[in-house]
């Protein structure tokens, strides 16, 4: 059974007096352990696709089945108890506190889980651990450079276990040196832990990190590719 599984999906958005269709009867299977890059120009849905696939949003035609469970009619509620326990998310611009170092913007999901403090504080820090982060555990993220950030950023999205980590253009605010050691990463995430890594990406030498790309045009998949 596919961890991920589309069948038929369509999105729609109404505007004005028009219906613009964002996804155009997508059906995909996304294995256990996969790591899938998925590219596309500028409104070509993929992010729509991703944002599906990570329940920040519902089909308004079709099925997604997530671990077998159809999740394409859950409330809001409901979604957002799949994602804090099956996803973890990695953005491009790290979404980090302020205000909060390194090891407390970590620990923050924990926290909403009701995890005790000194508990959630020892896997934090084993994370940051994993991330090569551990001597940076108490700087806050003014004092860490961009990729430094965007580890810190990995290490939040793996702190309760998921399923699946989502990544959104995550090396497009870093140079070319920096973005390949943060892909080096997810590539060890993938082989390591075996977890199902999706990154959405629109330059070529990203995606060549996967080893299944999937291209996106006007709301479609033109092309599905494993390497």
């Excluded at 309760?160 to 590539?187: H, Q, Y």
Aim: charged share 25%; net charge neutral.
């Amino acid at each position: 059974m596919p961890i991920i599984k589309l069948e038929n999906v369509t999105k729609t958005y109404k505007v004005g007096d028009q219906q613009l269709v964002v996804l155009d009867g997508i059906s995909v299977d996304i294995e256990e352990g996969e790591f899938v890059c998925i590219m596309g120009p500028s409104g070509s849905g993929k992010s729509t696709f991703m944002n599906i696939v990570g329940c920040l949003d519902t089909p308004t035609k079709g099925k997604y089945y997530l671990e077998g469970v159809d999740v394409s009619t859950m409330d809001l509620d409901e979604l957002s108890e799949i994602r804090n326990k099956k996803i973890g998310f990695v953005f491009q611009q790290f979404n980090l506190l302020p205000r909060a170092t390194a090891i407390e913007n970590v620990e923050l999901p924990l926290i909403y889980a009701g995890v005790p403090t000194r508990q959630r504080k020892q896997k934090a820090l084993e994370t940051l651990s994993w991330v090569g982060l551990k001597d940076r555990a108490n700087y806050y993220p003014r004092q860490l450079s961009g990729g430094q950030q965007q580890r810190v950023a990995i290490a939040r999205a793996l702190i309760n276990n998921p399923s699946i980590i989502l990544a959104d253009e995550p090396t497009g605010n870093l140079d070319s040196r920096v973005s390949i050691e943060i892909m080096e990463i997810f590539k060890k995430l993938n082989k390591e832990r075996k977890l199902t890594t999706i990154i959405v990406t629109h330059e070529p030498d990203i995606a060549a990190f996967g080893k299944r790309q999937i291209r996106f045009l006007d709301g479609k998949i033109i092309s599905d590719t494993k390497s």
